[in-house]
């Protein structure tokens, strides 16, 4: 009998030993930094969203950045999580790699959709079955808050090799294509700029979130790894994805660096860019709820308070209800926008009908409503009744508190210096081509501190693209080293942002119209919303806004 149970003894052994290898054991054995950083993140008060991806880094220092974007998503209930992570140690011998093993976390046991993974190695050329993920923190350091906020909730883990391309990128965007549902989160985590210090990493991510704004996945993939980012892949997967199976595209919700996380300084830094992929019906307003870091600054288009549209905002219940339509996209954003027109304390009888006036008193109870804090004036109507009802209307609109912007000399902004131009005039026979060399080289010239914005007055009505003028001046603003571009006068909205020389720069050609008695559909206009984060960079999205003429027009 004792024989038979020091058998039984010795089989169990391996018996446990395989048991243990049913599952892939966690990185960590302490709890305590995932804990600390979900609690801090809980104390913020983190309204949730439906979102259908995230991306967070991997390095645990920025663990409270991993916390917070967790705290956004975790009310949604998703049937699986497709986890994307680099292979840091370059242990894949394909492009990508995956697991049918589960994890093991803090917090307890983290599925892997087996039947998933069991498809993507069907073909063999594209995906291998590795072990790399007991050693890759690429994984190791997200999966305890999956585990935290997801529990059971099964997982499809791939490793993206740092050599991989984008036709293996493509090819495997297609093999997940079948497999991701509505009920699908895309987890890509990365780490950003690399080796770098401060000022370097910061340039490093401004024109990696320019390129993540415009949506640009041939600048994605044409970024430096690992100067921009620790995995172009990963971008790129999660940006197809999003954009295919989700029509969502990416809002950046914090950028900080490794160094603002430490006393000492640090020569060689890591960035962290965290992102989330909220749904359709959460991408149509500015975002003011709280889980982003950062000031935000909203840019507007032509914007006009006379002729056919002052009957129908003076009054009060018209305007009241108006108000409530705008608030609800604009929740109360800090708010920039090109002024058309001449505002005077009365309005002549018998101006032309495209010489543009509004009343004083409306119009400055309209930009106090709606929290303008500048407005641009450099544009082809300012001077519609000359040059001293033009001065008149810039001294209301200081003693009003409104910064007035109007030529080459950039205004403190807070969050940004910006300057305005304008490439046409109305007054007298119509003009263009009025921003001349001069003006470009004092831009060039310009000690502002970045980021530095030009607000621009340009290009033919109706058209949501440049052309060779506009290009013209587009290449030498960039070259002067102005950051955000805006742009107003087409009356129509550009559908997409532009980054400009890889993202040295970021391009809204146009903003269409604001408030401007234009009806119809021929008219369409955006609100451009910009969120400075502390370390001196932005994120920036174009957000459509249906016509608010038509809107008040409906209302009488």
């Keep these: 009998m004792k024989r038979l149970l020091l058998v039984l003894a010795l089989l169990a052994v391996p018996l446990a030993a395989l048991a243990d290898d049913a599952a892939i054991p966690s990185l960590y054995g302490d709890d305590a930094p995932f804990t600390a950083s979900i609690a801090a993140a809980e104390a913020l008060a983190i309204e949730p969203r439906v979102v259908s991806g995230l991306t967070v880094p991997h390095h645990l220092i920025a663990a409270d ?9 975790r009310d949604s209930r998703y049937d699986r999580i497709v986890v994307l992570t680099p292979d840091h ?22 599925p892997t959709d087996g039947a998933v993974v069991d498809a993507l190695l069907a073909d063999k050329t594209l995906v291998e079955e590795s072990d790399l993920f007991r050693r890759e923190h690429g994984i190791g350091a997200v999966l305890p ?31 997940l294509g079948p497999l991701i549902t509505e009920r699908t989160l895309v987890l890509q985590s990365t780490d950003f700029s690399h080796y770098l210090p401060l000022p370097d990493a910061i340039l490093r991510d401004q024109e990696t979130m320019n390129v993540i704004a415009a949506g640009d996945l041939d600048a994605i993939a044409k970024l430096h790894q690992p100067q921009h980012l620790d995995s172009r892949g990963g971008q790129y997967i999660q940006m197809r994805l999003q954009a295919e199976h989700f029509g969502a595209a990416p809002v950046v919700i ?68 108006l108000l409530d339509e705008i608030e609800a996209v604009l929740d109360g954003c800090p708010l ?73 000399e950039a205004d403190d902004l ?21 921003v001349t060399d001069t003006e470009l080289e004092a831009v060039t010239r310009s000690v502002a501190a970045p980021p530095l914005a030009a607000f621009m007055h340009w290009g033919a009505e109706y058209a949501r693209i440049s052309d060779e003028r506009e ?39 146009s903003l269409g119209n604001f408030l401007f008695d234009q009806p119809g559909a021929n008219v369409s206009g955006a609100v451009l919303e910009v969120r400075f ?21 409906s209302l009488r």
């Design 254 to 321: 914090a950028n900080s660096n490794m160094q603002f996380y430490v006393d000492t300084e640090i020569d060689e830094t890591t960035s962290y860019i965290v992102q989330i992929y909220p749904s359709a019906e959460g991408a149509d307003r500015v975002d003011l709820d709280g889980h982003a870091d950062g000031q935000v600054l909203c840019f507007a288009g032509d914007t006009f308070f006379g002729r056919h549209l002052a009957p129908v905002i003076s009054q009060p219940a018209i305007r009241d209800r």
């Design 145 to 175: 808050y999956v585990a935290r906020f997801f529990p059971r909730t099964p997982i499809v883990p791939i490793a993206v090799a740092i050599g991989s391309n984008r036709d293996e990128w493509d090819a495997l965007v297609a093999a």
């Design 65 to 73: 950045l991993i916390a917070r974007a967790f705290l956004v998503a």
């Design 89 to 110: 140690f370059k242990r894949s011998r394909r492009p990508f790699a995956a697991t049918r093993l589960d994890f093991d976390t803090v917090f307890g046991r983290v």
């Design 533 to 553: 984060f502390p370390q001196g960079t932005f994120f920036a999205r174009l957000i459509p806004i249906p016509n608010f003429y038509d809107r008040a027009l």
């Design 414 to 434: 807070g969050a940004l210096r910006a300057l305005a131009l304008t490439d046409l005039d109305n007054s007298g026979d119509a003009r263009t081509g009025l």
């Design 336 to 408: 920039v926008l090109n002024l058309e027109g001449v505002m005077v304390p009365e309005v002549p009888t018998g101006i032309g009908a495209v010489q543009l006036a509004m009343p004083e008193d409306l119009t400055l109870d309209w930009l106090e409503r709606l929290n303008v804090v500048a407005v641009s004036i450099a544009n082809n109507h300012s001077r519609d009744l000359g040059d001293e009802p033009k001065a008149a209307m810039m001294a209301a609109l200081e003693a009003a508190g409104i910064d007035v912007l109007d030529g080459v």
């Design 471 to 509: 290009d013209h001046l587009i290449d030498a603003l960039r070259q002067a080293a102005v950051s955000l571009i805006v742009g107003a006068h087409p009356h129509v909205a550009s559908e997409r942002l532009i980054a400009l020389a890889g993202g040295e720069s970021l391009l809204a050609y």
